[in-house]
């Protein structure tokens, strides 16, 4: 089955306690990227990648650092969380870059920093 | 500063008659247009998009109108369906890159 699967789906932590949310999709799909949801704020997007080794910023990349060092997974890692992080995380994947013709995407991860 | 917005928090529609979604943006900067549709608890679904150099895209029952010269974009669901009760998000990608900016979402509701 096509899946892009998260871990860990919830999380409560401190702050300052480095934390990583595991990405991965099974459809060998080049692109990645990783959005945030937040009340009020709607989607925004964090960082993308085009291919292995190769990643970019999006929207709200402050706080937040990424690596492709595989093709099928792509973390998103907090070094030194804080309470403004708080929010839902997406992952998705896709053949290419926006414009899609299809993106899939991973069912949430709720990260709440204290 | 808001680059791409929604100005309608919500919307209700009954079953059968138009949905009309808007957004705006204020950068000329962008040169694809894409809409979202999200579900409470999943994840968000990719819809349809437009390039800048297009007035209209359809699909289906989705219709995405582009408005260049009033940085306007609209989202017509023809007919609208229960099902069709969701999210909906613009957004906008930042020329020759793979960075989106999204709108704030409207909450379509379609009653019977």
């Known amino acids: 089955e096509a899946q892009v699967t998260q871990n860990p789906r919830y999380l409560i932590t401190v702050t300052g306690k480095k934390l990583t949310v595991t990405c991965s999709q099974n459809?060998?799909?080049?692109?990645m990227s990783w959005y945030r949801q937040d009340p009020g704020l709607g989607l925004r997007q964090i960082y993308y990648?085009?291919?292995?080794?190769?990643?970019d910023k999006g929207d709200v990349p402050e706080g937040y650092k990424v690596s492709r060092k595989e093709k099928r997974n792509f973390p998103l890692i907090l070094e030194s969380p804080s309470p403004n992080q708080t929010s839902l995380y997406f992952c998705?994947?896709?053949?290419?870059?926006?414009?899609?013709?299809?993106?899939?995407f991973g069912p949430g991860t709720r990260l709440t920093v204290l | 500063d808001q680059q791409v917005k929604q100005n309608s928090p919500s919307l209700s529609v009954q079953e059968g008659r138009i949905s009309i979604l808007n957004c705006d943006y204020t950068?000329?900067?962008?040169?694809?247009f894409l809409w979202y549709k999200k579900y409470p608890a999943e994840g968000p679904t990719f819809l349809i998009s437009?390039?800048?150099?297009?007035d209209k895209n359809e699909d289906g029952r989705f219709t995405v109108f582009l408005n260049k010269s009033a940085k306007h974009l609209s989202l017509h669901i023809v007919p609208s369906q229960p099902g069709d009760s969701a999210v909906y998000f613009c957004?906008?990608?930042?020329?020759?890159?793979?960075?989106?900016?999204f709108g704030t979402g409207t909450r379509l509701q379609v009653f019977p």
């Open positions: 950068n000329s900067m962008f040169d694809y």
């Open positions: 459809m060998n799909h080049e692109y």
């Open positions: 990648s085009m291919n292995v080794e190769v990643t």
């Open positions: 998705a994947s896709s053949w290419t870059g926006p414009p899609y013709n299809e993106q899939f």
């Open positions: 957004a906008a990608r930042v020329l020759n890159t793979d960075k989106l900016i």
């Open positions: 437009i390039s800048s150099i297009k």
